[in-house]
């Protein structure tokens, strides 16, 4: 079945260490991929997207993501964390293919230590 | 402008009963979704919409309706709760659907006893 992959589940930081998230899909052909995040008690919002050009994105909040054609990935990466990075993060991916729909992986549980 | 908007903010439901799940948004969004988060399972998309009077079945319909009467309102309906709806169920909005970021409400936490 196609679908998107976190593989870590939750990852613990002190802060000033450096972020990368991994995420991978199985679609085939175009997509258009995004990273979303779910700060405590606070709405889902956008962090990146991609949708061509250059493979490396930035977004809000110093991330940046990069995508990888060849190895079907969008890993997310920081430089350095804050306590206020503290949140779930989701990839997600919207093949252009079919229902045209967003496919979320199964979220990454960021803690960030003082 | 309050963006997407859902009530309740929880509820407890017995196993059987029925209730709706209202969804409503401000910014003339033609594409609606709602979606299901389960811990270890991310977000599932339960039922889309792409106008008024157009909606269509995501990855996990089964047990849920909805219907799209106007714009801005998407309700989400249990038929007749199960435990296993036990989750948390967020509505989300965009301009379409694809490429647009999308705007998520701030979630239902739904309990079935």
Not at chain 1, 7 to 24: D, F, M, P, Q, R
Not at chain 1, 86 to 114: D, Q
Not at chain 2, 49 to 55: D, K, L, M
Request: net charge neutral; aromatic share 12%.
């Amino acid at each position: 079945a196609q679908s998107v992959s976190q593989h870590n589940h939750h990852v613990i930081l002190s802060e000033a260490a450096s972020l990368e998230l991994g995420c991978n899909y199985s679609y085939g052909g175009t997509v258009n991929l995004f990273w979303y995040v779910q700060y405590p008690g606070q709405h889902l919002q956008l962090l990146l997207k991609y949708f061509s050009g250059d493979p490396l994105v930035k977004g809000i909040k110093g991330f940046e993501a990069e995508f990888i054609k060849s190895k079907f990935s969008f890993n997310l990466r920081k430089p350095s964390v804050q306590w206020s990075d503290t949140a779930e993060y989701f990839c997600a991916v919207n093949p252009l293919t079919g229902a045209n729909n967003l496919f979320f992986g199964t979220g990454t549980r960021l803690t960030v230590i003082p | 402008n309050a963006g997407v908007t859902q009530t309740p903010k929880f509820q407890v439901l017995k196993t059987g009963q029925s209730m709706t799940l209202q969804c409503a948004q401000d910014m003339n969004h033609e594409y609606m979704s709602w979606y299901r988060q389960d811990p270890g399972m991310g977000l599932r998309l339960i039922h889309y919409s792409v106008g008024a009077g157009i909606t269509d079945q995501g990855e996990v319909p089964n047990g849920y309706n909805v219907s799209r009467s106007t714009t801005e309102d998407f309700p989400l309906r249990l038929l007749s709760a199960a435990p296993s709806q036990t989750s948390v169920y967020f509505c989300a909005s965009s301009y379409s659907r694809g490429r647009e970021t999308q705007y998520f409400g701030p979630g239902t936490r739904l309990l079935v006893l």
